[in-house]
């Protein structure tokens, strides 16, 4: 069983800049991040592989940065730029031999 959890959300204004993390219990190759706004489906915002491979989706390319710290199991998502439309329901998710494993999830919102 993996666990996933997320931290980091929160209130900023648009122009900012928020850091989210989310610890796994244990290594995995594919962390992805996806988001969830209100009334829209969950989307893929950013992949990164255990070697450091990433993808970006087109909505946050040059804005979000992926990353990872293998030695504790953590990726990290670096959002700068932040629009009103970037405001969302952020999870962190794997898929391991088959199964989809989702964080609860850490809520941006982005307002003046």
């Known amino acids: 069983q993996v666990q996933l959890m997320e931290s980091g959300g929160g209130l900023v204004q648009p122009g900012g800049s928020l850091r989210l993390s989310c610890a796994a219990s244990g290594s995995i190759y594919i962390m992805d991040w996806f988001r969830q706004a209100p009334g829209k489906e969950r989307e893929l915002v950013a992949r990164i592989t255990n070697a450091g491979s990433t993808y970006y989706g087109d909505s946050v390319t040059g804005r979000f940065t992926i990353s990872r710290d293998n030695a504790k199991n953590t990726v990290y998502l670096q959002m700068n730029s932040l629009k009103p439309g970037d405001t969302a329901v952020y999870y962190c998710?794997?898929?391991?031999?088959?199964?989809?494993?989702w964080g609860k999830g850490t809520l941006v919102t982005v307002s003046s």
């Open positions: 998710h794997a898929a391991i031999s088959g199964i989809n494993y």
